[in-house]
């Protein structure tokens, strides 16, 4: 556990609410700021890499004028769609409709983001570190924000069950971003329906979509934020043996599980970029095909 207390720190600090924002009694965070910076930056870069190839192939045919409000749709869109498509079946209201702080707090940051007048593109050396940020902003979304909406709710049979708990964290987290694609949002185009990125060939395969579950559970796991979890923490530690006799097994506790999911992604996203943005993971295999096609063909009598 010590090595996950610089960790646990860095958490610690990126949560304290900050100025100018407690002046008016507003518990906005360093962590809310620069993940909402990161979120409406990387949307313009989307916007913008789309419209290059569709110029390039297309020309400018049917492109449509961009607009502030459209660009202020797609962030709370993506913010806040699978919390929209969630909530209803949890029967709890949604945050959007009970404060508007946070959509208001978005969208300038998105007219901020959008008067700038150029972004760079994505390159590898900007997006590696980034993409540590991302473990850190993700995790607390999946293990801060996501599990209370189950394990809080009023109803039992929801707040107990780890079915909802995980079916929650993979809707809410990607919710948003299906709907942009499904709805085209970021396209150059006028909005129409298209088949989002999720459902298409191996569209199940991205990461952000099973890590969301994943994390959620390990979290769940972790400090048995459901009687199931509780449960099977026991048995996995019998079962590796680790179980000592007579004593129950103590859950972690929530800023050190935190910890270690935010490892966890953060690892998981730089090898993402790292895939990405650079051949490393394809050299053994060129390597070895290169290796093949100069090696001469032995005759055969």
């Known amino acids: 556990m010590t090595l996950l207390s610089p960790v646990v720190s860095v958490f610690s600090y990126a949560l304290e609410p900050i100025a100018p924002f407690t002046w008016f009694g507003l518990r906005i965070s360093t962590l809310d700021v620069v993940a909402a910076f990161r979120l409406c930056l990387v949307l313009r870069q989307i916007r913008e890499d789309l419209y290059r190839k569709h110029v390039k192939i297309h020309g400018h045919t049917s492109v449509e004028a961009r607009s502030f409000i459209r660009s ?16 209803p079946y949890l029967m709890i209201p949604p945050s959007f409709m009970v404060s508007g702080i946070v959509p208001m707090f978005y969208t300038v940051i998105q007219a901020i983001v959008d008067t700038v007048p150029s972004v760079p593109e994505m390159f590898f ?17 999946l293990c801060d924000l996501i599990p209370p909406m189950v394990t809080m709710n009023p109803s039992p049979i929801i707040s107990a069950s780890p079915w909802t708990l995980l079916v929650t964290s993979l809707v809410t987290a990607n919710g948003g971003f299906f709907l942009t694609n499904l709805l085209s949002f970021m396209n150059p185009t006028p909005l129409a329906l298209q088949t989002p990125p999720e ?40 079962l590796i043996g680790m179980n000592v006799q007579g004593k129950p097994v103590e859950p972690v506790d ?48």
């Open 125 to 141: 050396a900007m997006e590696l570190p980034l993409s540590v940020f991302d473990g850190f902003s993700r995790t607390f979304l």
């Open 254 to 301: 929530a800023e050190t599980a935190r910890a270690f999911c935010a490892l966890l992604l953060a690892c998981l996203f730089s090898g993402r970029t790292v895939k990405n943005f650079t051949n490393y993971f394809d050299r053994p295999v060129k390597a070895i095909q290169g290796k093949l096609k100069q090696e001469p063909k032995l005759k055969t009598q």
């Open 72 to 87: 202020a749709s797609t962030v709370l869109t993506v913010v806040f769609g699978g919390e929209a498509l969630t909530c």
């Open 199 to 238: 459902l298409q060939a191996y569209g199940w395969t991205t990461a952000d979509l099973w890590c969301a579950p994943l994390v959620t559970g390990i979290y769940a796991l972790l400090t048995h934020a459901q009687p199931f979890w509780a449960e099977s923490h026991a048995l996995l530690t019998e």
